[in-house]
């Protein structure tokens, strides 16, 4: 079954290179950032690994834990994770779940259920297990993205969704293309002129479906 916007992410039990884990226990109250990778010791992955480890702090400042999963062991794991720590100079602070017989992947229908890993397998194998799940503190998948092997990800993007989506749940608006922090925000069709005055004071509306609007303060 695939997994939509707004459902409940799947809970599991895992073992990671930090111990072992219930999922929904280990998100708790936080945001959380699950992103996946067909192998360890890749170069893309490594990359990617070593790029998320150097955001440490801006996780942080939004109350987000991530949280990588490979369909490797726990010791190639920490085998791995010298790797990234030498090639980006940061420290890999966050759990890797070991997802050997694929649990999670197929969770989060990064696999089918009839996948398998096979003798001499290579990264092609599990190529699809290149997904984002950004999931709120509800347990709520907000968003996510799947990106082919060949192609890193833009965890700068990852960051601006979310600033959108923490933005866009906590004051009930929208936002267009392109936002970042500190710009207009989009009001919802579903609240009147008159609300809208009420709740951000005066307002742009270059079309009659779109009204723009700075945060209250």
């Known amino acids: 079954m695939s997994l939509r916007i707004n459902a409940t992410v799947p809970d599991f039990e895992a073992q990671t290179s930090q111990g072992n884990i219930h999922f929904?226990?280990?998100?708790?109250?936080?945001?959380?950032?699950?992103f996946s990778h067909p192998?360890?010791?890749?170069?893309?992955?490594?990359?990617?690994?070593?790029?998320?480890?150097?955001?440490d702090a801006e996780w942080k400042k939004r109350g987000t834990k991530?949280?990588?999963?490979?369909?490797d062991g726990v010791e190639d794991h920490k085998g791995w994770i010298n790797d990234i720590e030498?090639?980006?100079?940061?420290?890999?602070?966050?759990p890797i779940i070991a997802d050997e017989k694929l649990k999670v992947s197929k969770l989060f229908d990064m696999?089918?259920?009839?996948?398998?890993?096979?003798?001499?397998?290579?990264?092609?194998?599990?190529a699809t297990v290149r997904s984002v799940f950004i999931i709120g503190p509800d347990k709520q998948l907000k968003l996510?993205?799947?990106?082919?092997m060949n192609v890193g990800r833009n965890f700068g993007e990852i960051l601006r969704a979310l600033d959108a989506l923490q933005t866009a749940g906590q004051h009930?608006?929208?936002?267009?293309?392109?936002?970042?922090?500190?710009?207009?925000?989009?009001?919802?069709?579903n609240v009147s002129d008159d609300d809208a005055k009420t709740k951000f004071g005066t307002f742009d509306?270059?079309?009659?479906y779109v009204r723009k609007a700075k945060l209250p303060q």
């Open 144 to 148: 996510s993205m799947t990106y082919p």
């Open 66 to 71: 991530v949280i990588g999963v490979s369909v």
């Open 86 to 94: 030498s090639y980006s100079g940061s420290d890999v602070s966050f």
């Open 24 to 34: 929904h226990d280990w998100i708790g109250d936080s945001w959380a950032i699950l």
């Open 111 to 126: 696999l089918p259920a009839e996948a398998y890993l096979p003798d001499g397998r290579t990264p092609a194998d599990s």
């Open 205 to 208: 509306a270059p079309l009659p």
């Open 172 to 189: 009930s608006v929208a936002t267009p293309a392109d936002w970042t922090v500190g710009e207009d925000v989009i009001i919802p069709p």
């Open 39 to 55: 192998k360890d010791f890749t170069p893309v992955c490594t990359t990617e690994f070593g790029a998320v480890a150097k955001l």
